[in-house]
């Protein structure tokens, strides 16, 4: 990493969590005391070099204001929330547009086409320190970025193309899993190189696939399954877990 390069996070959470049928998006449903996604939130803010982090909301989000606003104060004075979180009211009908909306910001706020845009789930609160780290330093001075992922390790098979829904679908063949990553956040890439991507490519998943499909090529960073999305009913009392053991051995900020 180049000393003069800076870098920003930006945190898609203008979802509305359809796979978790919750009453809430899920990204402010109660986890640990907290909405959830303050719960993203403090561990990115306790990375001191990430500059600034924008939270990109639905434009019409009821929730940021009543249930996230009483909670930042209670976060520690080290975090610098006023002069370091950014809420952005413009987040689109798919992540890419939200994710495109934080870059936007970004840039008009100064950051540069070389500086780091690191985008993370609002979904995934049990990211570490260590992970962040871990990404930045590996995709080191790279003029491209790279991406957490973790190597599979169940085997792999494909099925086939699901007919009905009332039968089980079949296995079609088995992949080798060797070669086979599976993606999560965060993933780091140089800001101009992820605003073109997205903005030719705006039906991407990820950032990284829309940074593939430019003809580039993000560094694959091994990551841990503890980082694991809140998706399904069952996953947050399993998240929450995970985020109590991992507290007890984060050491104290502020
Ligand atoms: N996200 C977003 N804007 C969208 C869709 C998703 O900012 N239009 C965010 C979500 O809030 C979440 C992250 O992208 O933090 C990952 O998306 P996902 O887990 O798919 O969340 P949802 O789209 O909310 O969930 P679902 O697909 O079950 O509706
Ligand atoms: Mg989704």
């Given at each position: 990493?180049t000393?003069h390069t800076?870098t920003?996070?930006?945190i898609p959470?203008a979802?509305?969590?359809?796979?978790?049928?919750a009453?809430l998006?899920k990204q402010?449903?109660p986890f640990?005391?907290a909405?959830?996604?303050v719960r993203?939130?403090?561990?990115?803010?306790?990375?001191?070099?990430?500059?600034?982090?924008?939270?990109v909301l639905?434009p019409d989000d009821?929730?940021w204001?009543?249930?996230?606003?009483?909670h930042?104060?209670?976060?520690?004075?080290?975090?610098?929330v006023?002069?370091r979180?950014?809420?952005v009211r413009?987040?689109g009908?798919?992540?890419a547009h939200?994710?495109?909306?934080?870059?936007r910001v970004?840039?008009?706020e100064?950051?540069?086409?070389?500086d780091w845009?690191l985008v993370h789930?609002?979904?995934r609160p049990?990211?570490?320190p260590e992970t962040?780290?871990h990404?930045?330093g590996?995709?080191?001075?790279?003029?491209?970025?790279g991406l957490i992922?973790?190597?599979a390790?169940?085997?792999v098979k494909?099925?086939?193309?699901?007919?009905?829904p009332?039968?089980f679908?079949?296995?079609e063949?088995?992949?080798?899993?060797e070669?086979i990553?599976?993606?999560q956040?965060p993933?780091?890439?140089r800001l101009?190189?992820?605003?073109q991507?997205?903005?030719?490519?705006p039906?991407a998943?990820?950032?990284a696939?829309?940074?593939e499909?430019?003809?580039l090529?993000?560094?694959?960073?091994?990551?841990h399954?503890?980082?694991l999305?809140?998706t399904l009913?069952g996953?947050?009392?399993?998240a929450q877990?995970?985020w109590?053991l991992?507290?007890?051995?984060?050491?104290?900020?502020?």
């Open positions: 990493m000393t800076r920003f996070a930006v959470a979802g509305i969590g359809a796979r978790m049928s009453a998006p402010y449903l640990a005391g909405p959830l996604l993203t939130l403090s561990r990115l803010l306790r990375v001191g070099w990430i500059e600034r982090c924008y939270v639905a009821r929730y204001d009543t249930l996230v606003t009483p930042l104060a209670q976060l520690p004075p080290a975090f610098a006023a002069e979180l950014r809420v413009l987040g009908t798919t992540r939200s994710v495109r909306a934080g870059l970004a840039h008009a100064g950051f540069g086409d070389d845009a789930d609002a979904a049990c990211l570490t962040i780290e990404l930045h590996s995709v080191g001075n790279s003029n491209v970025g992922a973790i190597p390790t169940d085997t494909v099925a086939t193309p699901h007919t009905s009332n039968s679908p079949v296995v063949r088995t992949v080798p899993r070669r990553w599976l993606a956040t993933q780091l890439f101009a190189v992820l605003r991507a997205l903005d030719r490519f039906d998943t990820d950032e696939s829309a940074v499909r430019l003809g090529q993000p560094i694959l960073v091994k990551g399954w503890s980082n999305k809140v009913p996953d947050l009392e399993l877990a995970i109590s991992q507290e007890d051995s984060l050491s104290d900020v502020g």
